[in-house]
């Protein structure tokens, strides 16, 4: 019988996705976390043969834990359950070591297979998987592509404003003026096409100059 870990800050989804598994007769469920830390300590002392995960949680998020869980070495796999749209978590999930990717929508009609499929040494994702893969590579490469475009300092701006600095905070950090900074901003915004601050922190995302609260 599959060991599975289940993972989620809810306890009413953890008992539903138990109660669905033991309920198939395909898996035994041996653990339960709350949080990404408590996720990976018990992957650690429990080695499941599954782990299913979900990615919002407070403190250390699904990704990371994920990516925590892929490297302790063992042969326990991942199952990311979640609410998230594919479009956007698919691909970090996958980087950070998931064997599966799965919407807490479909879980009722899917889990069981999914489990099945990924502890037989499978991959489990959606149907549009190579698609959405494919596009979001090709996003990212056209980001760093658009980087190599930049100037240092210009680099350092886009870097510094994703992260929430004002032009004067960034100008002290740079041992620069407002209005210069402004300026390398404006000259940054004008390069890569990009009208406000949201669209500054998708590209310092996408091109990797800005990562994840959770990775740094």
């Known amino acids: 019988m599959v060991r599975a870990l289940l993972v989620d800050d809810h306890a ?10 033991e309920a198939s007769g395909t898996a035994e469920v041996v653990g339960e976390a709350s949080s990404g830390e408590e996720a990976v ?16 949680m407070p403190g250390m998020d699904g990704i990371q834990a994920t990516r925590r869980i892929a490297a302790l070495g063992t042969e326990t796999k991942v199952l990311v359950l979640t609410v998230h749209d594919e479009n956007e978590f698919l691909l970090p999930a996958l980087e950070a070591g998931a064997d599966g990717f799965l919407t807490k929508s479909a879980a009722d009609t899917d889990l069981i297979g999914a489990v099945e499929v990924i502890v037989r040494g499978h991959s489990y994702l959606p149907r549009r998987a190579a698609a959405l893969i494919a596009r979001q590579k090709a996003q990212q490469r056209d980001a760093d592509g658009k980087a190599e475009a930049l100037s240092d300092r210009e680099r350092t701006v886009i870097e510094l404003t994703a992260r ?4 004067a905070e960034a100008g002290r950090e740079m041992c620069l003026s407002r209005k210069t900074v402004e300026g390398y901003v404006a000259r940054a915004k004008s390069k890569l096409g990009l009208k406000d601050r949201r669209d500054i922190v998708r590209f310092a995302l996408e ?4 990562r994840p609260e959770t990775e740094q």
């Open 12 to 21: 009413v989804v953890r008992a539903g996705l138990k109660a669905l598994l």
């Open 41 to 56: 300590a018990k992957a650690r002392s429990l080695a499941p043969d599954i782990v299913v995960m979900d990615l919002a």
């Open 164 to 167: 929430g600095f004002s032009a």
């Open 207 to 210: 091109s990797g100059l800005l």
